[in-house]
């Protein structure tokens, strides 16, 4: 059965992934302007990755007999934006507690799915785990490396050719 509950809180869920894309996009916007032609790529295509995430959810949400409604416009996640003024390490520290929130989200979403005995939900979120435990041990690393490197230009340089070697599966 397809509670109430559980539908509202999937909803709330595919608001998030859609922030985080947004966020995500706003932050390789960033990196591109500044000159890292590198962290732009992984960025644009994590953004792309959360909106996946989103549609899966909607996906799931219509085939239960829900309806994936969004919210309209004025919702303030259309303003997420990453300032101008920041810097890199900023950057990955916000991306890493963005990531951090959503996997506590998700865990809230399997228990109200044990609560409710929704099982083909409990099922479904398995991808999310997995999926959370990989991005987050990823910004974890990358938050690590550069807070080793701190201001060092080479070092920069270096990261920067080498997340787009490593990490990005999209590339234009
Ligand atoms: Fe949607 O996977 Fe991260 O946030």
Known sequence: MF????????????????ESSQL??????????KGFDGICEFLYDHSNEERKHMLKLIRYINKRGGYAVFPNQSSSLFF??????????????KLLEQEKEISKEINK???????EKDYF??????????????EEALSKMI?????????????????????????VTNMK
Do not use: P
């Open 3 to 18: 509670s109430e509950i559980i539908q509202t809180e999937l909803k709330k869920q595919l608001i998030r992934e859609l």
């Open 24 to 33: 995500y996009l706003s932050m390789a916007s960033w990196a591109e302007y």
């Open 80 to 93: 997420k934006e990453f300032s101008l003024r920041s810097s890199l390490k900023e950057l990955f520290q």
């Open 109 to 115: 979403l399997v228990e109200l799915s044990l609560q």
């Open 121 to 134: 939900t409990y099922n479904f979120l398995q991808w999310y785990i997995e999926e959370q435990i990989e």
């Open 143 to 167: 938050f690590n490396q550069i807070e080793l490197i701190g201001d060092e230009k080479v070092g920069l340089y270096l990261f920067n050719r080498d997340i787009r070697k490593n990490y």
